[in-house]
């Protein structure tokens, strides 16, 4: 009878779990793109089953940990009860022994550590709102293995007293039951979302074909304004969210005091697919426009969340909305934007003439079927002082090195600032013409000194019929120092290395950098440094944009890099360089910030 009973409650758990599950579902679907077909196994393992980003920190990856090791053993060890499956899972008697108390001690600590943290909560658990409902749900837990702990000892010296088991067993059941209907839902989801999470890392925005034939009837997509505008994937990202607030830790723009912060972004919009507001275009208003613009595209949110989320993804579709259906975007980032068109890059009021770089070198001109490296010119570098130095110092390098190179006629921009600001029409343009200008020079290699030129060639130009290999200048130096062919002579300087965004997070260009620096000085890390490292507030056209907050982005970068003690910190990207120069010049006369190049030829030629 007691079987019975138990059945028909397991039945009741599963319909339970079944309606939650095609609840969310449901929601998902409401996407205008469908789910990615491709499951990313690596993801799955480390992120979904290894739980790897939650040893970030590492008592909450311990905690998280036993919870899931408790769990799995306690699974084990109530199917030995069930008749003719306890027939094929038997551990034997030690397992029912110790097995069982053992996996409810691992859970009791990590649900009274959970607990713990929710009554006690840390500044990211809080920033926004909290999730509700994760506390209920924690007591109940607490509840389920408590009964079953204390049960199992009472019925050593009282075998007769049967209750314990029930209110543990219905506990359980309860918390099953409920998990589809809850915060809880992480425990599927967070393990599925990162199952379809794409393969390459960062931040990719989908192409847009503005030539495509549309039904009847039916308005290109130009970003969004709410929910249905967005992929499926990125509403079941909404789903998966514990909103706990590691994308906020992370997150520049949040932590200099500005009106973006990720969590919040992420929590709106869960609360509107919660509510059935997918069509509701309150969100983009509700979101806010200073926020949209805030996000620098640094990534470091997606690579922070345990769940696999991308809340950058999310945030650049509402600014592409802002200012390809609507036309709005901060003035300083419309200026940049207006250049773009009108000059084709986005520096303006700058009086430099392009060439300037050039003086006292004698630059190459790339030459078809003749010439193997291109060495791109971007934007920064010909209407910038500080990102020529990097040029000219890379000019240098590549003759010390007997390299084949040139470069282009005239000025260069890849477009990735419009890209990043939302003006995908002219970043198409601009990637056309360029393409076409390769094309016609039968260009295969590319060198560039920039990461945002790199990350553009390398993610989005062969979505428009790129076809080359690009190689960051870091890469590159990397690999002639290795060969030989630069030979620099390190010296007992302290050197930091601060990581671009658009190398590291963006395309996992982590050690090349550092090897360099170490072939020149002695390397000094930052605290967060590689993927963890903290942006230099540029992306995202947030060089051109208005800075606001409680605190500019690249000084809070420079502060942590001066406080290694280091002499120098290196880098290699343009931007990063211009922006940490710029607040370096606040601490001192000296000039502290250089590209990489600069002091691979000052280690040589001395
Ligand atoms: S997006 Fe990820 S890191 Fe951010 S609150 Fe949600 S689950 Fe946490
Ligand atoms: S990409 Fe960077 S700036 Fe943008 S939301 Fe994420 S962490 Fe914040």
Redesign the pocket.
């Known amino acids: 009878m007691k079987y019975a009973v138990m059945l028909v409650v397991v039945l009741l758990v599963a319909a339970s779990l079944t309606v939650g599950l095609r609840r969310i579902r449901r929601q998902i679907a409401l996407g205008a793109v469908p789910l990615p077909a491709e499951i990313n196994g690596d993801a799955l393992l480390k992120r979904g089953l290894l739980l790897s980003r939650l040893f970030k920190r590492p008592a909450s990856g311990i905690a998280h940990l036993l919870l899931v090791l408790g769990a799995v053993l306690e699974l084990f060890a109530h199917a030995q009860y069930v008749p003719y499956l306890g027939d094929v899972i038997d551990f034997g008697l030690w397992f029912l022994d110790y097995g069982r108390e053992l996996a409810a001690i691992m859970m009791l600590a990590g649900v009274v550590f959970m607990l713990l943290r929710r009554f006690f909560p840390p500044e990211r658990l809080t920033a926004g709102k909290a999730r509700p409902g994760f506390t209920g749900m924690n007591i109940l837990l607490l509840l389920a293995v408590t009964f079953g702990l204390v049960g199992s000892q009472v019925n050593v010296v009282l075998p007769a007293f049967v209750p314990w088991w029930w209110l543990h067993g219905l506990l359980t059941l309860a918390f099953i039951a409920l998990v589809a209907h809850t915060p809880m839902s992480h425990i599927v989801l967070g393990p599925v979302n990162s199952a379809l999470a794409p393969r390459r890392p960062g931040?990719t925005l989908p192409a847009i074909d503005f030539e495509a034939e549309l039904p009847e009837g039916e308005d290109l997509r130009l970003g969004a304004s709410k929910l249905a505008d967005l992929s499926q994937k990125s509403l079941l990202d909404f789903s998966a969210c514990l909103w706990c607030g590691r994308?906020h830790e992370?997150?520049?723009?949040?932590q200099t005091g500005k009106p973006?912060s990720?969590k919040k972004i992420m929590l709106t919009c869960a609360e509107y697919l919660a509510q059935g507001r997918a069509q509701d275009e309150g969100l983009i208003d509700e979101l806010g426009m200073e926020a949209i613009f805030?996000?620098?595209?640094?990534?470091?949110?997606?690579e922070e969340c345990p769940v696999s989320n991308n809340?950058?993804e999310v945030?650049l579709e509402f600014r592409r909305h802002f200012v390809m259906s609507r036309s709005e975007m901060p003035e300083t980032m419309a200026a940049a934007n207006a250049n773009l068109e009108k000059r084709g890059h986005p520096f303006f009021g700058t009086a430099a003439n392009p060439d300037d770089w050039q003086q006292g070198l004698d630059v190459p001109l790339f030459e078809a079927g003749k010439t193997e490296y291109l060495l791109w010119i971007g934007c920064s570098v010909a209407y910038e002082e500080q990102a020529q130095r990097a040029a000219r110092a890379m000019v240098r390098l590549l003759e010390l090195a007997g390299i084949s190179y040139g470069i282009l006629e005239g000025p260069h921009c890849t477009g990735d600032p419009a890209k990043m600001m939302g003006n995908e029409m002219q970043f198409v343009d601009m990637a056309q013409a360029n393409i076409e200008e390769f094309r016609e020079l039968e260009v295969r290699k590319v060198i560039t000194v920039c990461a945002h030129c790199f990350n553009s060639f390398e993610r989005y130009y062969p979505q428009l019929g790129g076809n080359w290999e690009t190689i960051s200048h870091a890469v590159f130096i990397d690999r002639l120092v290795s060969e030989g062919k630069l030979l620099p002579r390190a010296s007992q300087r302290k050197i930091t290395f601060h990581d671009p965004c658009y190398l590291a997070r963006h395309n996992d260009i982590v050690e090349p950098g550092r090897r360099v620096v170490s072939a020149l000085g002695q390397l000094v890390e930052m605290p967060r440094s590689g993927k963890d490292g903290f942006?230099c507030g540029a992306g995202?056209g947030n060089y051109w944009g208005g800075q606001g907050g409680t605190a500019r982005i690249s000084d809070v970068r420079i502060e942590e890099a001066l406080a290694t003690g280091a002499e120098r910190v290196a880098t290699a990207c343009s931007f990063c360089q211009l922006m940490l120069t710029s607040s370096a010049s606040k601490h001192s006369e000296e000039r502290k910030v250089f590209d990489i190049a600069e002091l691979m030829v000052e280690a040589i030629e001395g």
């Not at 805030?294 to 997606?302: E, L, Q, R």
């Open positions: 931040i994308c992370a997150c520049p723009a949040a973006l990720p805030n996000c620098t595209s640094c990534a470091a949110c997606v809340p950058a945030v942006c995202g």
